[in-house]
């Protein structure tokens, strides 16, 4: 009886010390790693877009999210950075609660915030986790939300042509907003009398496909609405 007690206890003490050393070198895979996509943003106090990096690590911790934003930007982002380490673990099966997702965004001036960021934070968060390297030529635009599918950003002319500028191929947008609407000022001058000039600002609507606008620029835009959709074209 109590060689049997032995053994029972022996082999618990011995499943309970390989589970210990699996989980040791399964979390020590995985720390340290890091990847890094780009962001579209439109660049504050103007129109213009450009593109930030977007850089996850893996770190240890006790399951937290961190965001760091160099140089600064308006970024409504540490909810979307929350979302997106949760959506990026669920997707890559990681549920070890002993690593942090430690988030880095660098731009080249003072972006426009908002939660744009978070579907290009949940792939690199998901190629952190993964090990796997994402490509640089295809960049994601769009709010990630708990369930994975991808909400509206604004600035989307602004942030197609920065991917262009920057020899992006492959523009990922929410499904829905293909067709953009914006405002052009017009200015018109008139001389009811000698010596007198009258000016009318006025604004006109435009409607952009931006489809065929990246046709012209040489970039594919294509519309995505969650993020299962996304993954193959940053990891084909």
Known sequence: ????LALLVFAYALIFVAGFLFGVS?????LGRSATVYAAAVISGTESGTLATVTAQVIP???????????SAELDTQESAQTAASVAARL??????????LF???????????????AAMTVAAYAALTGKTPRKDVVVTGEIHPDGSIGP???LVAKLHACAD???HVF???AGERYVRIAQPVVEKQMPAPGVVVITKTVQWKTIDLVELGKKLGVKVVEVSDIHQVLPYFFS
């Open 26 to 30: 399964y979390s020590a895979e995985i």
């Open 1 to 4: 009886m109590r060689w049997n």
């Open 166 to 168: 920057h020899g992006v």
């Open 153 to 155: 950003v604004g600035g």
């Open 104 to 118: 880095t965004i660098n731009a080249p001036t003072e972006i426009v915030g908002g939660p744009s960021a978070g």
């Open 61 to 71: 911790g006790s399951g937290r999210t961190y965001i760091t934003v160099n140089p």
């Open 172 to 174: 990922l947008i929410p």
């Open 92 to 101: 890559a099966g990681k549920t070890i609660p002993i690593y942090d997702i």
